[in-house]
T-cell receptor, first 109, second 112 residues
Framework: GQNIDQPTEMTATEGAIVQINCTYQ??????LFWYQQHAGEAPTFLSY??LDGLEEKGRFSSFLSRSKGYSYLLLKELQMKDSASYLC??????????WGAGTKLIIKP | IAGITQAPTSQILAAGRRMTLRCTQD?????MYWYRQDLGLGLRLIHY???????GKGEVPDGYSVSRANTDDFPLTLASAVPSQTSVYFC???????????FGPGTRLTVL
């Protein structure tokens, strides 16, 4: 079957660094997406990885290892506005996204 | 209009009633999607459309139908609502099925 696993909740301190992990199992693979979703709002796109390695975009970076079925999202210099849920989604061979349940990130001052 | 709009924002519906959730995008994206989001679960795909005139079933299509008469609109219909269809519904679109998806603001539906 197809499955995405990510932690349910994480807590971090303002100004610190946090890494949110995601493991996936899909029928075929066409890339790994990360989305941010603030409470009561729609998901918004953060990053896309299809090749192994690290993609950096400002304070956010995303890493992919296809051989391990593993990705992480790294958030640096955490700000209070980063308090949100982070959704990991893998694209299968039919170009459909399989979504994880999301990781709720709580930032403390 | 800028991006994707959904209507209504929220709705309380009696079981057995018919309901259509509306979704309109102005980005000329070919692909559109309907998801439901329930607490503790990931987004689940209900139906999708890769281009105007075509639709396909997702992971949880039972009890729902869609149409795609043109590029901009992708309505979702619940023929006879049941309480298990209580959820937040998101419409999304993408410029090609392999690209990032843009989401509408969502419709919160409660079926009593």
């Amino acid at each position: 079957g197809q499955n995405i696993d990510q932690p349910t909740e994480m807590t971090a301190t303002e100004g610190a660094i946090v890494q949110i992990n995601c493991t996936y199992q899909t029928s075929g693979f066409n890339g790994l997406f990360w989305y941010q979703q603030h409470a009561g709002e729609a998901p918004t796109f953060l990053s896309y990885n299809v090749l192994d390695g690290l993609e950096e975009k400002g304070r956010f970076s995303s890493f992919l290892s296809r051989s391990k079925g593993y990705s992480y999202l790294l958030l640096k210099e955490l700000q209070m506005k980063d308090s949100a849920s982070y959704l990991c989604a893998a694209m299968d061979s039919n170009y459909q996204l399989i979504w994880g349940a999301g990781t709720k990130l709580i930032i403390k001052p | 209009i800028a991006g994707i709009t959904q209507a209504p924002t929220s709705q309380i519906l009696a079981a057995g009633r018919r309901m259509t959730l509306r979704c309109t995008q102005d980005m000329r994206h070919n692909a559109m999607y309907w998801y439901r989001q329930d607490l503790g679960l990931g987004l689940r795909l209900i139906h999708y459309s890769n281009t105007a005139g075509t639709t396909g079933k997702g992971e949880v299509p039972d009890g729902y139908s869609v149409s795609r008469a043109n590029t901009d609109d992708f309505p979702l219909t619940l023929a006879s609502a049941v309480p298990s269809q209580t959820s937040v519904y998101f419409c999304a679109s993408s410029d090609g099925s392999y690209n990032e998806q843009f989401f509408g603001p969502g419709t919160r539906l409660t079926v009593l």
